[in-house]
């Protein structure tokens, strides 16, 4: 086993680098993403004895890496962006945000018996991941004040579902127009596709000026909020990351600099793969397995609910899976996905609710833990 920070951050880095060039490549790994594919990477290594679940790499990312790429990713969500954002997939994303919620009351009510008086915590994280993707599992459940051990059981097994659930979406536009889900946009071809997505990536102009301008911003939020949480209020880091940088990103123009978007999705593959190497098979055997099933059976709940109540509003089977991506993969997922599709016009949507998700997902997390625990 790799014990050696510095060659685990290595490896982290190699399946970063190598996950983002094969997306640009190789179809398979653009159609499941480049943090799927870091995630299932760090998740072998893990589980076949190369890397630990834990280590100074770990705690580097976590610690430092995922705030500031939070930061950096937040730099472009200005609330006048949501105009421009599909009408359809906004109302979807809505949707999701609350029938996750009710999908996980549900869940809590079948498995307390299992589980105990705890498990409005556990709802919490899962409902936070599932609205605004993986980073809000450990704000909530850092905010929570989860138990270390159970906190893990409940990641391992929020990772598990979360990489089933991506892997249902990506399937899903195969089959639900012939469930009579309505259809608003061309699917591209393999090739069209291949064009498309090295079309959106391609270069864009950055300058020394902006770029000192943003990781300067970037830093200088994230050390305030480490100050904040250590002098003022002992909330997650992330939760300052947020407020302090949507604030920013609405009231200045750092939004229009380019390279934000790139170098936050780049912290975040490796802050997927990261996670990817806390997944222990064994741990979900022993520790997690009714865990994962309140997951999967508050998720099947929800994908019905939302199928159901956006069919009936005439939604679109694209701005749904769009949606879907965008709440529980993030902003790195869900473009991922349009482009992959080819579907040109909901690409922006993707960036735009993923980030939404990411800006809301604690919050959403932190209220519906609490809603449950005064159902339960």
């Not at 190497?277 to 929800?302: D, N, Q, R």
Request: proline share 3%.
């Amino acid at each position: 086993m790799v014990k050696d920070p510095y060659m685990i951050m290595i490896i982290f880095v190699l399946l970063a680098f190598s996950g983002i060039w094969l997306q640009g490549k190789v179809e398979f790994v653009r159609k499941i993403s480049a943090a799927m594919y870091c995630i299932f990477g760090a998740m072998v290594l893990a589980n076949i004895g190369i890397l630990p679940t834990w280590s100074g790499a770990h705690e580097v990312i976590m610690t430092y890496v995922v705030p500031f790429s939070i930061s950096m990713i937040l730099m472009n969500a200005r609330l006048s962006d949501l105009k421009v954002a599909a009408p359809a997939a906004i109302k979807a994303f809505i949707i999701l945000s609350v029938v996750v919620v009710l999908g996980f009351a549900v869940g809590s009510l079948i498995f307390k018996p299992f589980i105990g008086s705890e498990i409005w915590k556990a709802a919490g994280v899962f409902i936070a991941g599932s609205v605004g993707g993986t980073v809000n599992n450990i704000v909530v459940g850092n905010t929570l004040g989860i138990d270390e051990t159970m906190l893990s059981a409940v990641l391992t097994a929020a990772m598990v579902g979360f990489t089933l659930f991506l892997f249902f979406i990506f399937t899903a536009p195969s089959w639900m127009p012939k469930l009579g889900f309505k259809t608003a946009y061309q699917t591209l071809n393999k090739e069209e596709a291949k064009a498309f997505y090295q079309e959106y990536w391609k270069e864009k102009t950055i300058t020394l000026d902006g770029m000192s301008t943003i990781i300067s911003v970037a830093i200088l939020l994230t050390a305030i909020s480490f100050l904040l949480k250590q002098y003022l209020f002992d909330l997650p880091i992330e939760i300052y990351v947020t407020t302090l940088t949507l604030i920013v990103a609405n009231i200045t123009k750092v939004s229009a600099i380019n390279g934000s978007e790139e170098i936050g999705s780049y912290g975040f593959h490796l802050f997927f793969a990261s996670l990817g190497g806390l997944v222990s098979i064994e741990k979900l055997i022993t520790t997690g397995p009714i865990l994962l099933g309140m997951y999967l059976v508050a998720i099947v709940i929800t994908v019905i609910l939302l199928f159901i109540i956006c069919k009936l509003f005439g939604i679109n089977y694209e701005a749904i899976c769009i949606a879907s991506n965008a709440g529980i993969g993030g902003p790195t997922t869900a473009p991922v996905m349009a482009v992959a599709f080819g579907w040109k016009e909901l690409v922006l949507t993707g960036v735009i609710l993923g980030i939404l998700g990411y800006a809301i997902g604690s919050y959403v997390g932190i209220l519906g833990a609490y809603f449950i625990k005064i159902l339960v």
